[in-house]
C-alpha cells in the first residue's frame, strides 16, 4: 500500500509564497509522473503542474511563471513552490502520483489535499 502525505498549505497574503511538499511512502516499486491539482469551492479539480521522471514539466496557463514544481527521487517526493500568489489560487490542492507496480501495469493515487487561502 502506498500513502501520500501533503504539507505545507495555510493562509497567506496576496503576494506571498507557500511551498508545497508530497511525500509518497509504502511499497514502491517505482514513481512516474507526479503532479499537483487544485480545486476551488464550487469548481471542477484542475492541474496545476506535472513533472515526469525525467524532469520534464508542464503547466497551467493559470501559474506559469509564478509557480515551480519539483522532485525529489530519493525521497520519493515532489515539491510545489508557489510565488506571487493570488486570491484566485485559493483552493485545496492535490498531489497526484502515478506508479509503475510491475508486469506493465501502472496506477495512482491522489493526497487527501492541502488547504491554500489568498487573502488580505
Known amino acids: 500500500q502506498v500513502q501520500l502525505v501533503e504539507s505545507g498549505g495555510g493562509w497567506v497574503q496576496p503576494g506571498g509564497s507557500l511551498r508545497l511538499s508530497c511525500a509518497a511512502s509504502?511499497?514502491?516499486?517505482?514513481?512516474?509522473?507526479m503532479g499537483w491539482y487544485r480545486q476551488a469551492p464550487g469548481k471542477q479539480r484542475e492541474m496545476v503542474a506535472n513533472?515526469?521522471?525525467?524532469?520534464?514539466?508542464n503547466y497551467s496557463d493559470s501559474v506559469k511563471g509564478r509557480f515551480t514544481i519539483s522532485r525529489d527521487n530519493a525521497k520519493n517526493t515532489v515539491y510545489l513552490q508557489m510565488n506571487s500568489l493570488k486570491p484566485e489560487d485559493t483552493a485545496v490542492y492535490y498531489c497526484?502520483?502515478?506508479?509503475?507496480?510491475?508486469?506493465?501495469?501502472?496506477?495512482?493515487?491522489w493526497g487527501k489535499g492541502t488547504l491554500v487561502s489568498v487573502s488580505s
Open positions: 509504502g511499497t514502491i516499486f517505482r514513481i512516474n509522473a
Open positions: 497526484k502520483v502515478d506508479f509503475y507496480v510491475g508486469w506493465g501495469r501502472t496506477t495512482y493515487y
Open positions: 513533472i515526469t521522471s525525467s524532469g520534464s514539466t
